[in-house]
């Protein structure tokens, strides 16, 4: 059983990895869909506009470095088994978030907004396997103790 673990949660992990190399090789497509969908609150604004002057990006570029080194390290966090839980709640949040933001089905007609519906369960389903990861933790258990509390 521990094997198996180990190999679906480095299948697992190979999702964000994937996802977070592709941001990062290609920052300025992530950075121009990012800036469609988010907008910067007022309250923030004024430190988002000293962040982009330090570092001379706007803060979607910024966004998008982060989003891609988020998915990128907590990847190989949780394949390494490091760390997993912490990683596994940061990733919850951020797939949470994500789906808020980019997949709002509920604003379109029912026949199109299949592909957005589908691809926000997918994130739901997503986020319930890193629920497992938190759940199950980093010490492998037995099967019994596993499943003994259910």
């Known amino acids: 059983m ?8 480095i299948l697992f992990a190979v999702l964000f990895i994937y996802s977070g190399a592709t941001k990062l090789i290609a920052i300025q497509a992530t950075a121009d869909f990012i800036a469609t969908k988010v907008v910067v609150p007022d309250m923030v604004a004024p430190y988002a506009k ?7 990006m706007s803060t979607p570029q910024l966004l998008a470095i982060a989003v891609g080194a988020l ?13 997993a839980r912490f990683f596994a709640m940061l990733l919850i949040i951020y797939v949470a978030v994500a789906t808020v933001l980019f997949y ?3 604003n379109m007609a029912a026949p199109d907004n299949a592909k957005m519906l589908v691809d926000a369960l997918k994130n739901l389903s997503i986020i319930g ?6 759940g199950y933790g980093r010490t492998t258990r037995p099967a019994e103790a596993a499943y003994g509390d259910v």
């Not at 521990?2 to 949660?9: C, L």
């Not at 000293?50 to 001379?56: P, V």
């Open 2 to 9: 521990p094997a198996f673990v180990t190999f679906g949660r």
């Open 50 to 56: 000293q962040l982009e002057t330090a570092t001379a």
């Open 71 to 83: 998915e990128v390290i907590a990847g190989l966090m949780i394949a390494l088994n490091f760390g």
């Open 104 to 106: 709002d089905f509920w």
């Open 129 to 134: 396997a890193l629920c497992m990861i938190i």
